[in-house]
């Protein structure tokens, strides 16, 4: 089989099932904002963004490690290693985090619920051994089960979500008891969820433990946790960047404000941060087809303008889902269902930006991966986190959740910059600068006059603003590529005679 087409057909189930993942959580949102009060979401926002992180630290870059040493040592050695390392520190943690819960809900502010920590604390632990296991279908490239697993995983959270959210009240209110379910368990069944879910990917995974015999190398683990740590390094500050604000939110408004109002804006911050997420499902997608992408075509001669002319078309698109967004939000924000969250939007057009230049930072960041500088990497990472939680710290207190998303745009704004600046010295690429601010200008612009039009139904307001996206579409399209308005142009494309 063509390597690039068994590589193409990979990376479409592996990119398909994560983003699928992340389209059901947004699917979610409604879901939670039209049962629970913005408080007690703020609650769920906050602990997933912990569990985010502590995912992240729990598996210290060893997942790459595994690719990287698997592949040259004995697979059997390195599998067993990993496995061994990982579930003692795993069992360290669960072990400490057991032993001071209580000062642990104390400092998440939820000493009233342990429960829920508990759940997560269990459900952590098994994703974090399962990390390897995943990792080793990737590597022995069986990608149909790794996406029947991630399936079921998904397919299984939101359906319990749905039982225990919708179905056992619904069941209870017609006077049907269902023995295991308390009508005042509340946001206790979204933890649920996650563990049950969990817990049957791990199983699914056994034959991939099984298969294996106990091997430990102290040397080699020493090697893998040498190469793997500025992953962990990159990763980490990675994920403060994207959850960094939510995981202090409640704590600096608290110090200014009530618990349950902290929450509550934190519930608010989250919920309309989601609606944002067309633009991330849109950069999560492209990162999936344009790394495996670069690395192939970087032998190519004119590998540096097609890299040059991608950045262009994708930023171009990612200005077009901005501005269809925005011109749609009177629609799109009652997705979060209940009036109370509806004061967040304005944060919306602050996340998308974000999340187009965290997509242009993946587009320009091929420079230090062709050229095996990957530390530069690490010191823009690092340089967002710095930015993330300084801004967070100061804004916060003065200004709430506009604050944090001030901070998540300069985060990537400036990590984006930093990358372009960088690659012009190791790995110059003549991106076409000054027609990207040319568009970005003309979409501010175009944002404006949106906002300008505003009539009494929300429908009449979005449809009156499509014909503006239309007309930024067909510039952008008219001017950077001419070729799809050629002669037979689409039909070659569709593939028709």
Known sequence: ?????????????????????????????????????????????????????????????????????????????VFSTLMASLSVTTFVFVFFSLFFLN????????????????????????????????????????????????????????????????????LEKKGIHVPFFDADGGILYIFVSYLVASVVTFFMLLPCFLKFRFRFSFGLLKDILKYSFPIL?????????????????????GEVMSREEALAITGIYGANYKLALVMYIFTQGFRFAFEPFFFNYSKNADSKKVYKDVFLYFTGFGLI???????????????????????????VPWVLLANLFQGMYYSLSLWYKLTDKTIYGAYMAIAGSVITLSMNFILLPRIGYMGSAYAVFTCFLVMCILSLLLGRRFYRIDYDVNKIIFYFLLAVVFYFAGRCVMFDNPWI????????????????????????????????????K
């Open 1 to 77: 089989m063509n390597p690039l087409k068994k590589l193409a057909g990979e990376t479409v189930i592996y990119g398909c099932t994560t983003i699928l993942g992340r389209f059901v959580n947004w699917l979610l949102v409604p879901l939670y904002a039209g049962i629970f009060a913005a408080s007690e979401y703020g609650i769920v926002i906050n602990l997933m963004s912990y569990t985010a992180i502590l995912v992240v630290l729990l598996t210290y870059g060893t997942e790459t490690g595994f690719f990287r040493f698997a592949t040259t040592s004995n697979r059997n050695d």
């Open 103 to 170: 000062d642990l809900s104390v400092f998440l502010n939820i000493e009233a619920h342990k429960e829920y920590l508990v759940l997560l604390i269990v459900t952590i632990a098994i994703d974090v051994i399962s990390s390897i296991p995943f990792a080793l279908l990737r590597l022995e490239s069986r990608p149909v089960r790794f996406g029947i697993i991630k399936l079921t995983n998904i397919g299984l959270n939101i359906g319990l979500n749905l039982f225990f959210l919708l179905l056992c009240p619904f």
């Open 233 to 253: 390094i990159v990763s980490l500050a990675g994920m403060i960047n994207l959850q960094g604000d939510k995981v202090l939110m409640p704590k600096i408004l």
């Open 461 to 496: 307001t979005c449809l009156a603003r499509t014909p503006l996206l239309v007309v930024f579409i067909l510039i952008f399209l008219r001017r950077e590529m001419k070729f799809l308005f050629a002669g037979g142009a689409i039909r070659n494309i569709l593939g028709k």
């Open 321 to 347: 889902i901005f501005l269809g967004v925005m011109y749609w939000i009177d629609i799109i924000k009652f997705f979060v269902r209940k009036p109370e969250y509806y004061a967040g939007i304005v944060i």
